[in-house]
């Protein structure tokens, strides 16, 4: 797909890893989410609640340096 809008390579399939890295460790689904707030003993959802105070920033950096590749490759 990035061939056909033109866009680097290597910057999307560093987009697609940080999605999937992102999607694995916020996701109920996710082994390792279920396996580590089950071996704390808390909730699921507190254990993704808590993640987020860390994940969340992590995300928007993301966006914020994809946003000026995105820029910068459109001057």
């Given at each position: 797909?990035?061939?056909?809008?033109?866009?680097?390579?290597?910057?999307?399939?560093?987009?697609?890893?940080s999605?999937?890295?992102?999607?694995?460790?916020?996701?109920?689904?996710?082994?390792?989410?279920?396996?580590?707030?089950s071996?704390?003993?808390?909730?699921?959802?507190?254990?993704?609640?808590?993640?987020?105070?860390?994940?969340?920033?992590?995300?928007?950096?993301?966006?914020?340096?994809?946003?000026?590749?995105?820029?910068?490759r459109?001057?």
């Amino acid at each position: 797909m990035s061939n056909a809008f033109d866009a680097n390579v290597a910057i999307a399939a560093g987009a697609v890893v940080s999605g999937a890295f992102f999607g694995d460790k916020m996701s109920p689904l996710s082994d390792t989410c279920t396996i580590a707030s089950s071996v704390v003993g808390i909730d699921l959802f507190e254990h993704i609640r808590n993640m987020m105070y860390t994940t969340v920033p992590a995300w928007i950096l993301t966006v914020i340096i994809f946003g000026f590749f995105w820029a910068d490759r459109r001057l």
